[in-house]
């Protein structure tokens, strides 16, 4: 199920593979994650990072692997969060994911994906 504007929406898409997303406070995922202290699920900001990198390259994927995910602090849900993809330069069909807020990182990893189309990268 996508996430896109039902727990999230892009308020911009800014140049270079960079997402401004907001996200919905109401959701129901908040109401049990956690109760008076709402934080966005880990499982939730890393699907969110593999619809909009689907976005950017044009093309339906699927993360095949996630390495090195660290969450620095959590994201609740009235920050607004810019999710940053990095092509990485050593492993073919891999990103480098940034999700910050105010210029501080508050989670990133590595994600391998595939997809259809073998030219995308």
């Known amino acids: 199920m996508l ?3 039902k727990l999230y929406k892009v308020e911009r898409e800014l140049a270079g593979g960079e997402y401004l997303v907001q996200f919905d406070g109401s959701h129901p995922v908040f109401a049990g994650h ?3 202290h709402p934080i966005v699920p880990g499982a939730c900001l890393v699907q969110i ?3 909009l990198l689907s976005e950017h390259l044009g093309q339906h994927l699927r993360f095949t692997a996630i390495r090195n995910l660290k969450f620095r602090q959590p994201i609740t849900p009235d920050k607004q ?3 940053t993809f990095v092509l990485s330069k050593r492993t073919p069909y891999t ?3 940034q999700l910050s807020t105010n210029g501080a990182i508050d989670a990133d990893f ?3 994906y ?3 189309n073998p ?3």
């Open 3 to 5: 996430l896109r504007n």
């Open 34 to 36: 956690f109760p008076g």
């Open 49 to 51: 990072a593999e619809e």
């Open 81 to 83: 969060v810019t999710y």
């Open 95 to 97: 990103y480098i994911v």
């Open 110 to 112: 590595t994600a391998t």
């Open 114 to 116: 595939m997809c259809n």
């Open 119 to 121: 030219d995308v990268q």
